[in-house]
């Protein structure tokens, strides 16, 4: 009989985009943990466990629980070396798909100083320095802007440049375009708003692009991800012709 976690981990099960001896690149599904924590609920590590058949697994980088969509994970010691090299060198670009609200008209880079309350698992932004807190840069660029019912939408890409918990989400919420879907940063909300909260159950953000240099045949690797079913059926929604695009 199939136990209650092998049935969890098979309905989170990542999706495989490419994997050799050294590299694996995934995309991980909202709701499953990237690795374990005191909670004990199946997460990516245990996963990739099982797939290698063996303890270890380079964990690179990491996604929030509910964020979805690329990631590459080192196999060997020596891979996964070379891979956060590659990050820390900014050698190793992520670009982020996610739904705002909002009218965002220009492309723009946002610098904010981040400091993460861990108790709470909250983060708070401030444009100036304040102890404790990290720098977290991002490049955010319009894709487009959907106006619905007298709310406006905003599709956006982003280019990180630094990899801070939550950073995007609270970032975007600093700079007044909370993603749709994340009730931990969004303060106000219209009906319409509401409306649409209610047909995703989390922030809407997907990582949609990974480039980096493969960490032994140097060739550069790219992949892109669509969006999963519930982004895509937003925006589906909204790009209906009773609705305006601009």
């Known amino acids: 009989m199939m136990s209650a976690s092998t049935k969890l981990i098979k309905s989170l099960a990542p999706r495989i985009l490419f994997e050799d001896q050294n590299i694996l690149v995934l995309s991980k599904p909202a709701g499953l943990l990237s690795q374990g924590e005191k909670t004990g609920e199946i997460n990516l590590v245990d996963w990739l466990r099982q797939h290698f058949g063996r303890n270890y697994v380079g964990l690179i980088h990491r996604l929030d629980r509910n964020t979805s ?10 891979a996964a070396k070379r891979l956060t090299e590659a990050l820390q060198e900014g050698k190793l670009e992520r670009r982020y798909t996610a739904i705002l609200i909002g009218s965002l008209r220009k492309e723009a880079v946002w610098s904010h100083y981040l400091i993460k309350d861990n108790d709470k698992n909250i983060v708070k932004a401030s444009k100036t320095f304040v102890k404790n807190a990290k720098q977290a840069s991002l490049t955010v660029k319009p894709i487009k802007i959907i106006s619905i019912s007298g709310a406006v939408l905003t599709v956006a890409e982003f280019l990180l440049e630094t990899g801070r918990s939550h950073q995007i989400r609270v970032q975007a919420a600093a700079e007044g375009f909370p993603l749709l ?7 106000e909300k219209s009906e319409i708003i509401n409306k649409l909260f209610q047909n995703i159950n989390r922030p809407a953000l997907h990582s949609s692009y990974l480039s980096f240099p493969h960490p032994i045949c140097k060739e550069t690797m790219q992949f892109s991800d669509k969006l999963p079913e519930d982004m895509e059926r937003i925006i589906s929604e909204l790009k209906s012709p009773k609705n305006k695009t601009f």
């Open 181 to 187: 879907g994340d009730t931990k940063y969004t303060k």
């Open 69 to 78: 969509g690329l990631m590459v994970i080192g196999k060997r010691s020596k």
